[in-house]
């Protein structure tokens, strides 16, 4: 896909503040720093567009990006912040929650997990919620730049054994920082949005 053009189109924290104009949207979803800001800025070829922080837990709303002014990227808040507290991390989740199990023109969330470990235990709970949604899903592994060529495939598959019904067509390998794997993901989100 050719970017032409991508712009930060608004922020939100509830259904009533998101777009209504009805276009596509793909969502990212993942632990907080594992670099779905970054991912974002090199989908879309921009290196400050969304804004990425070393110190997780920055993301506080669904951000949206509009996209060749035909779909939006939404950056939704990370999941498993621990020095967050009780109060933000149940704000976080209902933020998350609310978008993916009611947001019509939603088409497809990539889940960003971190290459270099096992996902976790949250990243395998959203894995699942995401099945039992039943919406169209991919799981990128981001950091690809930070493993050894040999460890890659050790990892890939440490990936599918931990969540379980993961196909491989589901997985791309990515680098934010690189910039490996654009290409790929965007001919899958191509193939959703037809």
């Known amino acids: 896909m050719k970017i032409h053009s991508a712009t930060y189109a608004l922020s939100g924290v509830r259904a009533a503040q998101y777009p209504i104009a009805g276009l ?12 779905k800001s970054s991912l974002t800025n090199a989908l879309l070829g921009r290196k400050s ?4 922080s070393s110190q997780p837990g920055k993301t506080q709303t669904a951000n949206f990006y509009l996209v060749n002014e035909s779909f939006f990227i939404v950056d939704l808040p990370g999941y498993g912040y621990a020095k967050a507290s009780k109060s933000d991390r149940a704000r976080f989740s209902n933020i998350v ?7 019509e023109e939603l088409r497809l ?13 949250l990243d395998q709970e959203m894995f699942q919620y ?17 493993l050894k060529r040999g460890e890659i495939e050790r990892q890939r598959k440490v990936i599918l054994a931990t969540l379980p019904g993961l196909s491989p067509e589901q997985l791309v390998l990515f680098s934010a920082e690189t ?6 993901l965007w001919s899958r989100v191509d193939a959703v949005l037809g």
């Open 97 to 103: 929650g609310d978008y993916l199990e009611s947001r």
């Open 179 to 184: 910039k490996q794997g654009v290409s790929e």
């Open 49 to 52: 567009l969304a804004r990425t």
């Open 24 to 35: 596509p949207e793909i969502a990212l979803v993942g632990r907080s720093n594992v670099g």
């Open 130 to 146: 995401l099945r039992a949604l039943d919406v169209p899903r991919l799981v990128i592994a981001n950091k690809l730049d930070k």
């Open 109 to 121: 969330v990539l889940q960003v997990v971190d290459l270099r470990h096992p996902p976790t235990a």
